[in-house]
């Protein structure tokens, strides 16, 4: 398959969502880099694998002297990504992915044993901002900005009311579910309905 920086963004989405973060802008556009500035599913035939980690899988098969591997399908990519993200080694990444730390994130990943360039990252941060803005879902709505990290609640006039928490988006049957919610903390916000559409195809 020909991969796109869509496909690329997609696999960012799913793989913040695996360790536990909230999907913004922010922290798409910082994975996003790293993915191109490893260059794998795009230019080589480590498939599935955008990072290029030498993670084994079943049926997984290298494709260098280093042991990067092809995946056998998306999930099993995503599978051995955030195995080796959560293995112990790369907690400064994970700090700085969560705390969106943009003005060091190159250097952060460069100085992991991952084997990334840092200046390969920084070379392409820029780009990879705007094309999360340009190509990405939308983040979160604008007047939740100031409170990422806490769940909100996405109502739309004439649209499902959504719940949006640590990256994955659910459907809220009835008020009395968003009552429960606004009483735990989550922050109501109104959007449009063309926002609130791109969100459902999140469920």
Known sequence: MTVTDQNLIGFCMQLLGRVGMLDTKT??????????AEGGWQHNSAAYNPMNTTQDAPGAVPINSVGVKAYTSLQQGLDATEVTLTNGLYT????????????????????????????????????????????????????ALDSEDMPWIIASDGQPTLLVLEGAVIRLLDSAAVTNWENQGAKLVRVETAESLEWQKKL
């Open 27 to 36: 922290r798409k556009a910082m994975l996003l880099a790293w993915c191109w």
């Open 92 to 143: 400064a990444v994970l700090r700085a992915l969560q705390t969106q730390d943009v003005a060091n994130w190159a250097a952060t990943v460069g100085d992991s044993p991952w084997g990334t360039s840092g200046a390969s990252i920084a070379a392409v941060m820029q780009r990879a901002q705007a094309t999360v803005v340009l190509l990405g879902p939308p983040g979160p709505p604008a007047a």
